[in-house]
């Protein structure tokens, strides 16, 4: 639900730029308790992804087109996947990592709610620090 308080911000990554690490600092810069992807179109020269269930990384270089960018944003703490494709449109997505490289650029859409705070917890069912929303 959408309220007077909610805002958008829309960013443009430059090429070198590290996709996560440039979503965070602008949480940072915009003091974004609570927020979500809406929108990122753009390409990657190297990508940096977990998968379900793996603890290390899987990274590799070329050009990739972002397919799909999506999570729950937060200064407090973020849970982002990412779809990309390589020349022949083979797809492969994860969990976004630092260490995702812009190759031309990357357009990002962020939605910031003026009602809720998201921070992630420990979750002793799923062992991961998970999503919880409180309200301003």
């Not at 797809?91 to 705070?117: D, K, R, W």
Request: charged content about 20%; overall charge negative; glycine content about 10%.
């Amino acid at each position: 639900m959408e309220n007077s308080a909610d805002r958008h911000h829309v960013v443009r990554l430059h090429p070198g730029d590290d996709l996560r690490g440039s979503i965070e600092n602008t949480l940072a810069a915009c003091k974004i308790d609570a927020g979500w992807i809406i929108s990122c179109v753009g390409s990657l020269r190297r990508y940096c992804l977990r998968f379900a269930n793996e603890q290390a990384p899987a990274t590799r270089n070329g050009y990739f087109e972002i397919i799909s960018l999506a999570g729950t944003v937060s200064r407090n703490g973020s849970h982002l996947h990412i779809a990309v494709a390589d020349n022949t449109g083979a797809t492969i997505g994860g969990h976004l990592l630092h260490g995702c490289t812009i190759y031309t650029t990357a357009e990002i859409v962020l939605a910031q709610s003026g009602t809720y705070v998201f921070k992630r917890e420990p979750d002793p069912d799923s062992g991961f620090k998970e999503l919880w929303i409180g309200q301003t």
